[in-house]
């Protein structure tokens, strides 16, 4: 959280709050040089609770974008949860590589429901699950998921390059917010580790031979995966336009190239459409 | 949220120790460190330097002068290929290099009139002959590219820069785990670079510039940011 934007949001609407709080800010100031995670840490919750009444509306996005990475981090763990319980699913040789995945996405529930919860929300619940994407009827796209291990990966390679491009469309309502959007883009930076680690592993073992590290879309075509079924989730990646240069124009570089070179956000909207009543079970 | 952690710290260490392992503890390397630590005091050593700026456009010249770095490693490396190099190894590194000549050229063609100038690299310090060597190298770039990205996004002003930081910074992160597989399989997230809570360690311009400048002729300055070589 970071105090003093917020308080510079507030002044959009209330020029008087810096008065109003003046007394208040000393004590704020002092604990901010400590550092802002003690800050955090050691907010008086009395101004927290007054700001979400008065003000909630700076604080209450932030939590929903909290929770909306919660949200997809729920079911990330869940899913390598699921993977490791079930017996013979993934081979001995490659169980301590995916329980680097699992881990971390446990990690990130664990460090979202701490840092929602310090801003005074209140952090999602799991949900039910059905990886085969079937909305609890268990016959989705992948309905082998649990018990063929190149299902169980193209699953994994899906989830970890759409959990990237969520939390890159998400960076914007987090601008300027040094506390939140740092681990916002640090969680970021780790799903695309594990997208890439996932891809290495399903190139290797023969799954999807030509695969790499990285999403090299065709100029029709963003999804590189080899699933159909997850041609939405990769809807967009062929874009080659970054901040109004056209890369393989202006620049020379082939789509292949140019698509590689960027990855793509997707909006909370087309991410909850991709997730749930799918994988998330809708009533 | 761990109270605890000084990631800040951390990073300074990591960035210092990593810069000494591949600047090479030599004597060339211990000097140029102590160079760098009396240029506050000295400012003349500095006057060739380039400054980033400040704002938006500051950002976005720290990038540039970050990927100008690493499309003059690749460029090199493919140029040289190490001995032994893999064809898989091969078309790896090859895209890389694309990514990152595409990252350099995106970022000066966006930035304009106002970007800084071409930058002149040392690698001296890298054996391009060796698949250690370079692999070593690569990991530090990539490693640091997204740990720059990461700790300056809160700098940027526009949404749209900030997006279009996004889409390169998962991509840096995609090279750092490939790469890092490559010299170990596995450790595509390792501690020394993802923290007890999963998330990647970042670091701030003037940690990520003292590293940087281990392999640049042209020092690269960041005085609105607490940084001068």
Known sequence: MNLFNIIDEIEKVDPEIRDRLNPRRAAIKNITSFGSKVAVAAMPFAIGTMFKKAYGQSSTSVTEVLNFALTLEHLEAAFYNAGAAKAGLIPAADSAYLNLIKRDENAHV?????????????????????????????????????????????????????????????????????????????????????????????????????IKPYIVSSATLGNDTGVPAANNNYKGEENVTQGGVNLVTALGVSVQVATASFDEPLSKEDVVALVVGSFIVTN | MKTELNPTTDGANMARRSFLRYAGASAAGIALIGSAASCKKDRIMTTDGIDIGSGDIGILNYAYALEQLEASFYLQVIATPYSGMTSVETTYLTDIRDHEVLHRDFFKAAIGAKAIGMLTTDFSTI????????????????DTGVRAYDGAGYLIKDP??????????????????????????????????????????????????????????????????????
């Open chain 1, 110 to 210: 664990k460090f979202l429901q701490g840092v929602i919860t310090t801003l005074g929300g209140m952090p999602v619940t799991p949900a039910t699950y059905d990886f085969t994407g079937g909305n609890n009827k268990g016959n989705g796209p992948f309905a082998d998921v649990l018990s063929n291990y190149a299902t169980f990966l193209a699953v994994a390679q899906v989830l970890e390059d759409t959990g990237v491009r969520a939390y890159k469309g998400q960076a914007p309502n987090l601008i300027g917010n040094k506390d939140i959007l740092t681990p916002a883009l640090s969680i970021h930076a780790v799903e695309a580790r594990h997208a890439a680690a996932i891809r290495q592993l399903r190139r290797s073992l023969g799954q999807a031979p030509t």
């Open chain 2, 127 to 142: 054996n391009f002959s060796s698949r250690a060597s370079v692999l070593a190298a690569a990991k530090l770039l990539e």
């Open chain 2, 160 to 229: 749209g820069y900030l997006t279009i930081a996004g889409k390169i910074v998962s991509v840096e992160a995609r090279h750092a785990a490939l790469i890092s597989n490559l010299i170990a399989p596995g450790s595509f997230v390792g501690d020394d670079q993802v923290d007890i809570n999963g998330l990647n360690k970042s670091n701030t311009i003037a940690e990520v510039l003292g590293a940087a400048n281990g392999f640049l002729k042209t020092k690269v300055n960041a005085v609105n940011y607490n940084y001068k070589a």
